[in-house]
């Protein structure tokens, strides 16, 4: 008999849950705020990045210290993930929709890049935090060109973690 209690309690609780529109909450099929829900999903548009004060990518000292931590970053796979999709020296379970990033000073860094753009460190730092803005008007629906994540713009990383992330790409030669 007491079993039977809670099974009527339980069915209570559940009803008044339901019906008071908490589980209407819940995105889904049935939600008729799904489309709000999922256009949350949308990231804001690019946005331009200048390097702060603070990230010193043209100290020698500072790029070496730094490094060690954007190496770590650009390898944890609960963070930057980068090495989901790039590979670097040394790393393991490297993905292949980027680019090889092993020598990347030495190589693709000095390649020239489409639209004419010139690489320099505000150009790599602005890849890391938000590629977008760098994608000519003409590849803007080019599906290649838009496979990098969204990392300042949609706050998955800081400032400090995409300076050490640039810091790292800068020691790959």
């Known amino acids: ?7 009527a309690l339980s069915l209570v609780l559940f009803g ?3 019906s008071s529109g908490i589980a209407g909450d819940c995105p889904g099929v049935e939600s008729p705020d799904g489309k709000k829900v999922m256009l949350k999903d949308i990231p804001p548009g690019p946005r331009v990045y200048a390097i702060p004060d603070n990230c010193k990518l043209t100290n020698p000292k500072f790029v070496q210290k730094k490094a060690k931590e954007g190496r770590k970053l650009f ?14 020296p040394n790393a393991t379970g490297c993905g ?3 680019p090889d990033l092993t020598g990347y000073m030495n190589t693709l860094y000095k390649a020239e890049y489409i639209g004419g753009q010139k690489k320099d460190i505000q150009w790599l730092f602005q890849r890391v935090a938000d590629f977008r803005v ?4 003409e590849f803007k629906n080019n599906p290649y060109f838009n ?3 969204v990392n300042l713009t949609t706050k998955a990383l800081t400032y400090d973690q995409v300076c050490a992330i640039t810091a790292y790409l800068m020691t790959l030669k």
């Open 1 to 7: 008999m007491k079993f039977l209690k809670r099974v």
């Open 16 to 18: 008044s849950f339901y």
């Open 75 to 88: 390898l944890s796979r609960k963070i930057a993930n980068c090495v989901a999709c790039h590979c670097a």
């Open 96 to 98: 292949d929709v980027g």
């Open 134 to 137: 760098q994608i000519p008007p």
């Open 147 to 149: 496979t990098m994540t």
